[in-house]
Protein backbone atom coordinates (compact mmCIF):
# COMPACT_ATOMS: atom_id res chain seq x y z
CA UNK A 1 0.00 0.00 0.00
CA UNK A 2 1.19 3.66 -1.07
CA UNK A 3 1.77 6.08 1.58
CA UNK A 4 -1.48 8.25 -0.06
CA UNK A 5 -3.52 5.18 0.46
CA UNK A 6 -2.27 5.64 4.46
CA UNK A 7 -5.52 7.57 5.05
CA UNK A 8 -8.65 9.07 4.19
CA UNK A 9 -7.20 11.46 1.20
CA UNK A 10 -6.52 15.26 0.58
CA UNK A 11 -8.97 17.81 0.55
CA UNK A 12 -8.82 22.03 0.25
CA UNK A 13 -9.75 23.56 3.05
CA UNK A 14 -13.07 24.64 1.55
CA UNK A 15 -13.85 20.83 1.24
CA UNK A 16 -12.92 21.00 4.92
CA UNK A 17 -15.18 23.83 5.86
CA UNK A 18 -17.88 21.85 3.96
CA UNK A 19 -17.27 18.70 6.11
CA UNK A 20 -17.14 20.26 9.39
CA UNK A 21 -20.36 22.05 8.20
CA UNK A 22 -22.23 19.11 7.43
CA UNK A 23 -21.03 16.46 9.63
CA UNK A 24 -21.48 17.01 13.29
CA UNK A 25 -18.82 14.24 14.37
CA UNK A 26 -16.10 16.22 12.06
CA UNK A 27 -13.09 17.37 14.04
CA UNK A 28 -10.59 20.10 12.59
CA UNK A 29 -7.20 18.93 14.28
CA UNK A 30 -4.68 21.81 13.75
CA UNK A 31 -1.07 19.77 14.57
CA UNK A 32 1.34 23.05 14.32
CA UNK A 33 3.14 24.55 16.64
CA UNK A 34 2.23 26.94 19.74
CA UNK A 35 3.71 29.33 18.19
CA UNK A 36 2.05 29.14 14.79
CA UNK A 37 -1.21 29.08 17.00
CA UNK A 38 -0.35 32.14 18.80
CA UNK A 39 1.26 34.69 16.11
CA UNK A 40 -0.14 33.25 12.56
CA UNK A 41 -3.45 32.72 13.74
CA UNK A 42 -5.87 29.31 13.96
CA UNK A 43 -9.44 28.60 12.24
CA UNK A 44 -12.34 30.23 13.48
CA UNK A 45 -15.20 27.62 13.93
CA UNK A 46 -17.40 29.63 15.82
CA UNK A 47 -20.06 30.01 12.98
CA UNK A 48 -20.22 26.13 12.85
CA UNK A 49 -20.49 25.88 17.00
CA UNK A 50 -17.21 24.38 16.54
CA UNK A 51 -14.05 24.46 17.84
CA UNK A 52 -10.32 23.35 16.70
CA UNK A 53 -8.75 20.91 18.56
CA UNK A 54 -4.56 21.76 18.90
CA UNK A 55 -1.96 19.51 19.51
CA UNK A 56 1.40 19.58 17.96
CA UNK A 57 2.80 16.97 16.09
CA UNK A 58 6.07 17.92 15.65
CA UNK A 59 8.19 19.75 18.38
CA UNK A 60 10.10 23.21 17.30
CA UNK A 61 12.90 23.94 17.17
CA UNK A 62 14.04 20.52 16.53
CA UNK A 63 11.13 19.17 15.17
CA UNK A 64 10.99 16.11 16.71
CA UNK A 65 7.51 14.08 16.86
CA UNK A 66 5.12 14.93 19.64
CA UNK A 67 5.64 11.23 21.69
CA UNK A 68 1.78 12.03 23.26
CA UNK A 69 0.47 12.95 20.45
CA UNK A 70 -2.46 9.90 20.08
CA UNK A 71 -3.28 10.23 23.39
CA UNK A 72 -3.56 13.90 23.72
CA UNK A 73 -5.89 13.62 20.68
CA UNK A 74 -8.02 11.21 22.53
CA UNK A 75 -7.97 13.35 25.55
CA UNK A 76 -9.12 16.53 23.29
CA UNK A 77 -12.15 13.95 23.07
CA UNK A 78 -11.38 13.06 19.42
CA UNK A 79 -12.83 9.45 18.61
CA UNK A 80 -11.55 6.28 16.35
CA UNK A 81 -14.82 7.12 14.56
CA UNK A 82 -14.83 10.68 14.09
CA UNK A 83 -14.01 12.49 10.75
CA UNK A 84 -10.49 13.97 11.40
CA UNK A 85 -9.65 16.87 9.22
CA UNK A 86 -6.00 17.46 9.99
CA UNK A 87 -4.56 20.97 9.04
CA UNK A 88 -0.89 22.21 9.69
CA UNK A 89 1.19 25.67 8.15
CA UNK A 90 1.45 23.76 4.57
CA UNK A 91 -0.31 20.19 4.28
CA UNK A 92 2.88 18.18 5.44
CA UNK A 93 2.86 17.55 8.93
CA UNK A 94 -0.84 17.45 8.50
CA UNK A 95 -0.15 14.17 6.13
CA UNK A 96 2.38 12.53 8.33
CA UNK A 97 -0.48 13.21 10.75
CA UNK A 98 -3.30 11.87 9.51
CA UNK A 99 -1.17 9.09 8.24
CA UNK A 100 0.29 7.86 12.24
CA UNK A 101 -3.85 8.37 13.67
CA UNK A 102 -5.03 6.18 10.61
CA UNK A 103 -2.48 3.33 11.02
CA UNK A 104 -3.67 3.41 14.80
CA UNK A 105 -7.34 3.10 14.11
CA UNK A 106 -8.77 6.36 13.70
CA UNK A 107 -11.03 5.71 10.50
CA UNK A 108 -11.25 8.60 8.30
CA UNK A 109 -8.47 11.24 8.64
CA UNK A 110 -7.66 13.80 5.93
CA UNK A 111 -5.18 16.15 5.44
CA UNK A 112 -5.73 19.19 4.08
CA UNK A 113 -3.47 19.61 1.31
CA UNK A 114 -2.71 23.25 1.16
CA UNK A 115 -2.84 23.84 5.10
CA UNK A 116 -3.50 27.27 7.07
CA UNK A 117 -0.98 29.05 4.99
CA UNK A 118 -0.03 27.22 1.67
CA UNK A 119 3.15 27.17 -0.16
CA UNK A 120 5.54 30.47 -0.48
CA UNK A 121 4.65 32.72 -3.68
CA UNK A 122 7.68 34.24 -5.79
CA UNK A 123 8.73 36.73 -2.65
CA UNK A 124 9.04 33.72 -0.58
CA UNK A 125 6.02 34.74 1.21
CA UNK A 126 3.00 32.10 2.92
CA UNK A 127 -0.79 32.91 2.91
CA UNK A 128 -0.88 34.33 -0.40
CA UNK A 129 -1.43 31.34 -3.08
CA UNK A 130 -3.53 29.07 -0.94
CA UNK A 131 -4.62 27.53 2.49
CA UNK A 132 -7.39 28.67 4.84
CA UNK A 133 -6.12 31.96 5.20
CA UNK A 134 -6.62 32.57 1.09
CA UNK A 135 -9.61 30.56 0.87
CA UNK A 136 -11.45 33.23 3.07
CA UNK A 137 -12.07 31.01 5.83
CA UNK A 138 -13.05 32.30 9.08
CA UNK A 139 -9.63 32.70 11.19
CA UNK A 140 -8.26 34.76 13.92
CA UNK A 141 -4.90 35.81 16.04
CA UNK A 142 -4.44 35.85 19.26
Known sequence: MSEEQNYAGDITPKQAWEMLREDDGAVLLDVRTQAEWAYV?????NELGK???????????????????????????VAEENTVLI?????????SAAIALTSLGFEKCYNIDAGFEGDRDPSNHRGALAGWKTDGLPWGQG
Open 41 to 45: GVPDL
Open 51 to 77: QPVFVQWLFFPDMRVNPEFVSQVADAG
Open 87 to 95: ICRSGIRSK
